[in-house]
């Protein structure tokens, strides 16, 4: 279980990593307004650390990596197979993703409107429509970069820590036996009909 989360933590830290530079490109080129607000390097910063704090966080005290396990589970697939690793990081990528661009997106806007003159609010469309309008542009392209590094480091990092994915009879393994023990008549097995 220890190596598990230790993996589910470090896949965490580079995706939200990425995650966050990944917000901040696309807020310093869709939204060249925020840079009057921020420099670009404090953007670039403050993106990447609080996306970073926030996949430890969510890596700590939610089981996305549990959620994964049984999805692949239920879908017959098991560790290493790439059916399993690809189920796997649904849950770890969909839950990453809608929680750090939301709070992401909450934090740009509310500290850009902080910055601006007080005549000009009233111009600008109320808070929650361009937190939401904000939200929704960094939805696909946080999604997919969290997809994509989930399925080629979750792989790369349990080889590393020695972890071979969870235990037989346990969430996301296959039922005790069933992986040792070729059936009848297999490759490996006893032929049919005979019994060891």
């Given amino acids: 279980m220890r190596k598990e989360r230790l993996v589910g933590l470090i ?3 580079f995706v939200s990593a ?3 530079l990944v917000s901040a490109i696309l807020v310093t080129t869709t939204n060249p307004d925020s840079l009057r607000a921020h420099s670009s390097a404090l953007i670039y910063a403050s993106n990447i650390i609080l996306s970073i704090i926030l996949g430890i966080v969510i890596s700590l005290f939610i089981p996305l990596g549990k959620l994964g396990a049984s999805l692949a589970r239920k879908a017959g697939a098991y560790p290493p197979s790439m059916k399993f690793i690809l189920l796997n990081a649904i849950p770890n990528s969909v839950g990453n993703t809608f929680i750090i661009s939301f709070i992401l997106s909450f934090v740009g806007v509310f500290t850009a409107r902080m910055k601006i003159p007080a005549e000009i609010l009233p111009t600008l469309p109320p808070f929650p429509i361009m937190w939401l309008g904000s939200w929704v542009r960094l939805l696909l392209p946080t999604l997919c970069i969290s997809y994509i590094l989930s399925v080629i480091l979750a792989p790369i990092v349990a080889r590393i820590v020695g972890f071979k994915g969870p235990s037989s009879g346990a969430a996301g393994g ?3 036996g069933a992986a040792s023990r070729p059936p009848h008549g297999a490759a490996g097995g006893p ?3 005979r019994h060891s």
């Fill in 191 to 193: 032929p049919s009909g």
């Fill in 11 to 13: 896949v965490s830290v």
């Fill in 18 to 20: 990425a995650m966050g």
């Fill in 174 to 176: 296959p039922p005790s």
